[in-house]
T-cell receptor, first 110, second 114 residues
Framework: TQLLEQSPQFLSIQEGENLTVYCNSS?????LQWYRQEPGEGPVLLVT?????EVKKLKRLTFQFGDARKDSSLHITAAQPGDTGLYLC??????????FGTGTRLTIIP | NAGVTQTPKFQVLKTGQSMTLQCAQD?????MSWYRQDPGMGLRLIHY???????DQGEVPNGYNVSRSTTEDFPLRLLSAAPSQTSVYFC?????????????FGSGTRLTVV
């Protein structure tokens, strides 16, 4: 069974600060995705990365896939209260089955 | 709106009762799956389907059955509910294109077994 460890598990920071969330595994993944989930809702896809070393930017969010395709990071610049939520990484093994990480619960304090 | 629709939103069952969680998508997605989400454990795959008439087990299939008679619908049946099945259940769908572009999730069913 492939495992994805996310750190930190909880993060609470002030509005305007920067932060990075990590997703690590001992397994190689063919793709890596990040989702954001708000209370009472299902996860919503933010990004998919498929190439080792790939970097994608989505406004103030920057996603990176590790060179060995075993890890990923999510960096948020100038965090805003609207960024609050549960962030989940998920690794794909070449088909549509995903292994999800345990999540990082992010709170941005106004 | 197009998407994945789950019903009911909330459900309370007594131990031993059975029920079906409904899931329907209108995006013509081939791939559908069921996950359960428990605190500190992330999302765990219960069952999945790569197309109508084809289903397979995920990581935690015991106590659950699925069928896929149409592309649109993928119901999850709890055979004899147990307190350990108290969880939030999510249905998800995606295109099956080789390179995986990600799931669209429903809004979930919160199930409590007493």
């Amino acid at each position: 069974t492939q495992l994805l460890e996310q750190s930190p598990q909880f993060l609470s920071i002030q509005e305007g600060e920067n932060l990075t969330v990590y997703c690590n595994s001992s397994s190689v993944f063919s793709s890596l995705q990040w989702y954001r989930q708000e209370p009472g809702e299902g996860p919503v896809l933010l990004v998919t990365v498929v190439t080792g070393g790939e970097v994608k930017k989505l406004k103030r969010l920057t996603f990176q896939f590790g060179d060995a395709r075993k890890d990923s990071s999510l960096h948020i610049t100038a965090a805003q209260p609207g960024d609050t939520g549960l962030y989940l990484c998920a690794g794909g093994d070449g088909n549509e089955k995903l292994t999800f990480g345990t999540g990082t619960r992010l709170t941005i304090i106004p | 709106n197009a998407g994945v629709t789950q019903t009911p939103k909330f459900q309370v069952l007594k131990t031993g009762q059975s029920m079906t969680l409904q899931c329907a998508q209108d995006m013509n997605h081939e791939y559908m799956s069921w996950y359960r989400q428990d605190p500190g454990m992330g999302l765990r795959l219960i069952h999945y389907s790569v197309g109508a008439g084809i289903t397979d087990q995920g990581e935690v299939p015991n106590g659950y059955n699925v069928s896929r008679s149409t592309t649109e619908d993928f119901p999850l049946r709890l055979l004899s509910a147990a307190p350990s099945q108290t969880s939030v259940y999510f249905c998800a769908s995606s295109y099956s294109r080789g390179v995986f572009y990600g799931y669209t999730f429903g809004s979930g069913t919160r199930l409590t077994v007493v």
